[in-house]
Nanobody, 115 residues
Framework: QVRPVESGGGLAQPGGSLRLSCAAS????????MGWYRQAPGKQRELVAW???????TYADSMKGRFTISRGGAKNTVHLQMSSLKPDDTAVYYC?????????WGQGTQVTVSS
């Protein structure tokens, strides 16, 4: 089964930065809407940022001004630049692709913000 693949997670200090990437290389017929969700322990999965097929972006309120989603050079790749990280940003970050055949999720990448 084709699915997006995330990379770039890890440990960051409060106030630091991390860059996540998602490659949906198996989806080549069109440019699809893609985005990032996250799930912290004991909490529901929540939207972080979204980018449409024409580049319109949406952010959760708590991420505005700190996170930036962008498309990569390869078709159906997206990046999430995260800055001014807080301990509350600790979560598993998931990439999602929406296609005409359905929604596809990556396996997730752990982001831990701690001193």
């Amino acid at each position: 089964q084709v699915r997006p693949v995330e990379s770039g997670g890890g440990l960051a200090q409060p106030g630091g930065s991390l860059r996540l990437s998602c490659a949906a290389s198996g989806f080549t017929s069109s440019i699809y809407p893609m985005g990032w969700y996250r799930q912290a322990p004991g909490k529901q999965r929540e939207l972080v940022a979204w980018i449409t097929s024409v580049g319109i972006t949406t952010y959760a309120d708590s991420m505005k001004g700190r996170f930036t989603i962008s498309r990569g050079g390869a078709k159906n790749t997206v990046h999430l630049q995260m800055s001014s990280l807080k301990p509350d940003d600790t979560a598993v970050y998931y990439c999602k692709v929406v296609t005409g055949r359905g929604d596809y999720w990556g396996q997730g990448t752990q982001v831990t913000v701690s001193s």
